[in-house]
């Protein structure tokens, strides 16, 4: 891990990335053993003044479902306006069961929902912007009004939702710490890799749960 101080009150947020039903266990996009990180993140909360969440808010018929597109199956990819998209089951389709967060997440905490790709025609893996890296959540203007310089991420999943969030909330200026232990990952074609190597390149510090 890097070396990083202590968690320090109104600095730092805990930003929980998309810990939905889909992505756990017997959802429709589900990240193996997700469930896993629910204990691991109502154990961190209280550790923080601030957390946020990030949800999955997809419309039906999603540009990103493999199933708006005659002949193409989920995981292979297109080329969208705004780059290489790959291609995924129907998921977390707005007020849907899968859309929901983990019944057994705490959400008292949390001070802020953002919900993201419900634009009909771009996904959003990133809590920060959308996939063509323009267009913006609005996090970072809520996290500098509100004086957070460091953030501590966990949830689903490391290469492709909490890896471009960590990548981004570096480019926007922030400390960035992840949480390993409290992620896990889709791991497609070596993505997770790839993902980490660009997060230490770009500064991300890594720490357990337990370094807390």
Avoid at 187 to 207: K, N, Q, T
Wanted: net charge negative.
């Amino acid at each position: 891990m890097n070396q990083f101080s202590p968690i320090g009150g109104n600095r730092d947020l805990f930003l929980v990335i998309d810990v939905q039903n889909d992505f756990c266990p017997g959802g429709a996009l589900a990240v193996a053993d997700g469930d896993a990180v629910v204990p691991l993140i109502n154990a961190l909360m209280p550790r923080f003044a601030h957390t946020a969440l990030t949800q999955d808010w997809h419309p039906g018929g999603h540009s990103s479902f493999a199933s708006s597109h005659a002949g193409k199956a989920p995981f292979e990819s297109i080329e969208a306006a705004y780059g290489t998209q790959t291609l995924w089951p129907d998921h977390c389709v707005q007020g849907s069961a899968g859309a929901a967060f983990h019944d057994g997440l705490d959400l008292a905490s949390a001070e802020l929902v953002i919900r993201k790709g419900f634009r009909q025609e771009i996904d959003s893996y990133s809590a920060f912007f959308e996939n063509d890296h323009a267009t913006p959540t609005g996090l970072t203007g809520y996290l500098r009004e509100r004086g957070i310089e460091r953030l501590f991420m966990a949830g689903l999943a490391t290469d492709f939702c909490v890896g471009f969030s960590a990548l981004d909330g570096r480019a926007q200026g922030f400390e960035v710490v992840l949480i390993e232990d409290a992620c896990r990952a889709i791991d497609l074609e070596g993505s997770l890799a790839v993902m980490r190597a660009r997060m230490v390149e770009a500064g991300v510090g890594f720490a357990g749960n337990g370094d807390l």
